[in-house]
């Protein structure tokens, strides 16, 4: 496996989808992004939560639920990897929980030769209510452990977290360093002008790592609206890509050498005390 310590840098892509109520045309969708990501030499590329539905009622989901290991959506993660060689974050998909009638909502991570690497089940569930705007995750979605999930690619630790988990620091610090922290979203729209690109930032700077994060981005069919703005953040928080909305990409490159300038530069991941 190539490392970054032969080559300093790694591409990375965020992919922005607006999914529809329709499960085939988001997984064409996703597939022709993907293919996009790897032909401008993305090594590794992170769909956004529920790119594979944006159904209609919240139970939508769940009846697509799938097997861990079996399933239309799984195997088109695992192919896509394979077929392009290159890190797969499967933004997210609904997996089968103990609960009847409610889902993990669960980030599958698969490497180059399409075999799965990492499973992280969404911790913190989204509940918001102004007005007519009313969500409540927790009607449908079984919350995973509060075991923080990682896995290492060529870039270093990757840390994997999903959408509402960016407003919870401490999971990012229970990761430990990394290299990169990973963020599949659907942030609306409300919320992601208030506060989206804020706090990502600030992990970004407080974990001195870069973030990447892909997520919904338009109107969907549906009636959500949701924020978009995927994008690609340095060490230093600065932000290298952003695709304010629609499909399509925001790329970029993880570097091994501005980690360590921005972390030589400024120590404060040593001079953490509690
Ligand atoms: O935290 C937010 O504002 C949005 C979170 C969200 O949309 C989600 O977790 O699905």
Redesign the pocket.
């Known amino acids: 496996m190539e490392t970054l310590s032969e080559k300093d840098e790694f591409c990375v892509a965020a992919i922005q989808t607006v999914s529809s109520t329709d499960l085939h045309e988001n997984l064409e969708q996703a597939a022709s992004l993907i293919r996009q990501a790897a032909e401008q030499g993305a090594q590794m590329a992170v769909l956004p ?2 790119f594979c539905l944006m159904g209609r009622r919240d139970d939508d989901k769940v009846a697509l639920r799938e097997r861990p290991g079996k399933g239309p959506i799984q195997q088109f993660l695992s192919e896509s990897a394979r077929r392009h060689g290159l890190w797969l974050v499967g933004g997210t998909l609904p997996l089968e929980s103990p609960d009847s009638g409610r889902i993990y ?1 669960t980030t599958l991570v698969y490497d180059p030769q399409g075999s799965q690497a990492a499973r992280y089940d ?1 911790i ?3 509940g ?1 209510r102004r007005g007519e705007e009313a ?1 409540d ?1 927790s009607v449908t979605i079984r919350p995973g452990g509060s075991e923080p999930q990682a896995f290492e690619a060529p870039c270093g630790k990757v840390g994997l977290s ?6 919870f620091p401490e999971l990012y610090r229970a990761l430990g360093e990394t290299s990169l922290i990973v963020v599949p ?4 729209y ?3 002008s ?3 690109e804020i ?1 990502l930032r600030a992990r970004a700077i407080e974990n001195q790592c870069y973030v990447l994060a892909a997520a919904q981005g338009g109107k969907h069919e549906n009636g959500r609206r ?1 924020w978009g703005h995927s994008m690609l953040i340095d060490p230093w928080g600065d932000v290298l890509d952003c695709l304010p909305e629609g499909p399509g990409l925001a790329l970029g490159n993880i570097s091994r050498s501005r980690l360590e300038d921005v972390r030589q530069a400024l120590p404060a991941l040593r001079h953490r005390t509690l």
Do not use: M, P, Q, V
Not at 162 to 167: E, F, H, M, N
Not at 185 to 188: D, I
């Open positions: 939560e529920y909502n969404k913190h569930l989204f918001f969500y995750e999903i959408c509402y988990d960016l407003r979203a659907a942030f609306t409300t919320t992601g208030a506060h989206w706090l949701t």
